[in-house]
């Protein structure tokens, strides 16, 4: 178990849909980080934030956008979902911004788009 | 931005033996290459990780090398169990952004 936490587990939902997975980092991280796993994309970092700001951007939509709140939480907002959307999303987390700090994956949130 | 190859994409190794993967990254301002495992459906675990100061580390039988000036970087890991069977995937940072390697599926043959 990293202490990262992640709900739901698994969600299914129709196409123009929208939807919110959320992250807990694990207990003294400021840093979150989003990922999409999907089967020929391979593991695409979305965006990072530390300490409620944006800190990166990497491959991600403009029908996605993340936040995250106060408590160091972190929610990712995915809409106009599309059959393509389907992929596993984990969040990781860090102390800090170094750029050789560790990441920490949590257990994922499986999205199928239907 | 960072391209990071991973080669190769599947590799069967019978128990006991050594397997190999190498990855190579396309931004020299990268100085964190981690490796993770992941078994099917499962979160990416951390293995092993090497920052650009240091040229080899090695965890009981895991090892990784890192040859900046080529830009690759690579696992080594000896007497293969079957519970080494999983998909491992390199990575490469610089700053917040994190690019990863399409995955090595191992499998360890008893």
């Known amino acids: 178990d990293s202490g990262v936490t992640q709900t739901p587990k698994h969600l299914i939902t129709a196409t123009g849909q929208r939807v919110t997975l959320r992250c807990s980092p694990r207990s003294g991280d400021l840093s979150v980080y989003w990922y999409q796993q999907s089967l020929d994309q391979g593991l695409q970092f979305l965006i990072q934030?530390?300490?409620?700001?944006?800190?990166a951007k990497g491959n991600i939509l403009e029908r996605f956008s993340a936040q995250q709140f106060p408590d160091l939480h972190s929610e990712l907002n995915l809409s106009s979902l599309e059959l393509g959307d389907s992929a596993l999303y984990f969040c990781?987390?860090?102390?800090?911004?170094?750029?050789?700090?560790?990441?920490?994956f949590g257990p994922g949130t499986r999205l199928l788009v239907l | 931005g960072e391209n990071v190859e991973q080669h190769p994409s599947t590799l069967s190794v019978q128990e006991g033996d050594s397997a190999v993967i190498k990855c190579t990254y396309s931004d020299s301002a990268s100085n964190y290459f981690p490796w993770y495992k992941q078994e099917l459906g499962k979160r990416p675990q951390l293995i092993i990780d090497?920052?650009?100061?240091?040229g080899e580390k090695k965890d009981q039988r895991i090892a990784v090398t890192l040859n900046k000036t080529a830009k690759h970087f690579s696992l080594h890991i000896t007497e293969t169990q079957p519970e080494d069977s999983a998909v491992y995937f390199c990575?490469?940072?610089?700053?917040?952004?994190?690019?990863f390697g399409a995955g090595t599926r191992l499998t360890v043959k008893p």
């Open positions: 990781a987390s860090s102390p800090g911004t170094s750029g050789q700090e560790t990441q920490y």
């Open positions: 990575a490469a940072r610089w700053g917040g952004d994190m690019r």
């Open positions: 090497i920052r650009s100061n240091v």
């Open positions: 934030y530390y300490n409620g700001e944006e800190r």
